[in-house]
C-alpha cells in the first residue's frame, strides 16, 4: 500500500511538472503584437495598481520566478523578464498577482505568509523521522504515527492556503493582460491561460500528495482507537 501511494503521487507530481514546462515551452516562442516584454508587463501593472515599494528584478534559472512579500521583490526568471512572448507575460502578471494581493491584504496570502514557518518544520519531520525511527528505535510505531499525521496535516492545509493564492494570481493576470491590451483576445489569449492553467496542476498535484500522506497516516489511527473502544 505504501509503495502505491508512493508511485501514485510521484506520478502525478512528474505529471503536472512535465505538463508546465511542455506548455511552457510551447508557447515560449514567437512576440505578442504589442512587443512588451514580461519586466516591461510587470513594472506597468504594478504602477497602475499604486504599487511601487516593490523592486523587480531577474535572476537565471527556468521558472524560478516568485514574489517574496518579506523583501517585496518580484523576482522573474531572465527568459521571462527580457521575454516577449505569451507565456513569459503571463508569467509575469501572475507574480504581479501576488504583489497585488499583499498589498490589498488579500487573507489566503497571510495565512499561507504565517504558515511558512511551522511547514518547513513539518517537511524535516516527514523526512527524517522515518529515518530517526529506522536506525534509532527510540520512537515507538505508535508514537511516529502520530507526529507524521500531525506533519502530513500541517504540509496538507499549507497546499490547501495555497491553492486560492495561485487560482486568484492567475485569474488576476488573465484579466489585467487583456484589460490592459497587453495581449490580445484569440491565440494570445488563449495561450496565457494556457500556461496559467498548467502551473495550477502542480499546486493541485502537491495538495492532492500531501492530502494522501495525511490520510494515509491518520486513517489507520482512527480504526486502530474504534477497534480499542470497541
Same mark, same amino acid.
Given at each position: 500500500m505504501i509503495w502505491l501511494l508512493f508511485l501514485g503521487t510521484m506520478a502525478l507530481s512528474l505529471w503536472a511538472?512535465?505538463?508546465? /514546462? %511542455?506548455?511552457? $515551452?510551447?508557447?515560449?516562442?514567437?512576440?505578442?503584437?504589442?512587443?512588451?516584454?514580461?519586466?516591461?508587463? %510587470?513594472?506597468?501593472?504594478?504602477?497602475?495598481?499604486?504599487?511601487?515599494?516593490?523592486?523587480?528584478?531577474?535572476?537565471?534559472?527556468?521558472?524560478?520566478? $516568485?514574489?517574496? @512579500?518579506?523583501? /517585496?521583490?518580484?523576482?522573474?526568471?531572465?527568459?521571462?523578464?527580457?521575454?516577449?512572448? @505569451?507565456?513569459?507575460?503571463?508569467?509575469?502578471? $501572475?507574480?504581479?498577482?501576488?504583489?497585488?494581493?499583499? %498589498?490589498?491584504?488579500?487573507?489566503?496570502?497571510?495565512?499561507?505568509? %504565517?504558515?511558512?514557518g511551522i511547514t518547513t518544520y513539518a517537511n524535516y519531520v516527514v523526512m527524517l523521522l522515518p529515518l530517526l525511527g529506522l536506525f534509532t528505535g527510540l520512537i515507538t510505531p505508535l508514537t511516529g504515527a502520530v507526529i507524521m499525521a500531525g506533519a502530513w496535516g500541517v504540509i496538507m492545509l499549507f497546499n490547501l492556503v495555497t491553492l486560492p493564492v495561485e487560482f486568484d494570481a492567475s485569474r488576476r493576470a488573465k484579466t489585467v493582460l487583456a484589460d490592459f491590451g497587453f495581449i490580445l483576445p484569440g491565440a494570445e489569449a488563449t495561450a496565457v491561460r494556457k500556461v496559467l492553467d498548467a502551473a495550477a496542476w502542480t499546486y493541485v498535484a502537491a495538495f492532492v500528495t500531501s492530502l494522501a500522506y495525511f490520510l494515509s497516516h491518520v486513517l489507520p489511527l482512527l480504526a486502530g482507537g474504534s477497534r480499542s473502544r470497541d
Open positions: 511538472m512535465w505538463r508546465v /514546462k %511542455a506548455v511552457y $515551452h510551447r508557447y515560449n516562442q514567437g512576440e505578442v503584437r504589442s512587443g512588451i516584454s514580461g519586466g516591461e508587463v %510587470a513594472a506597468e501593472i504594478l504602477r497602475r495598481n499604486g504599487i511601487r515599494d516593490v523592486e523587480i528584478t531577474h535572476a537565471e534559472g527556468l521558472l524560478g520566478d $516568485h514574489y517574496d @512579500p518579506l523583501h /517585496k521583490r518580484l523576482v522573474l526568471s531572465e527568459a521571462n523578464y527580457f521575454g516577449r512572448t @505569451p507565456a513569459a507575460l503571463g508569467v509575469a502578471a $501572475h507574480e504581479c498577482g501576488h504583489a497585488i494581493q499583499h %498589498a490589498r491584504a488579500y487573507q489566503p496570502l497571510h495565512w499561507r505568509m %504565517a504558515a511558512v
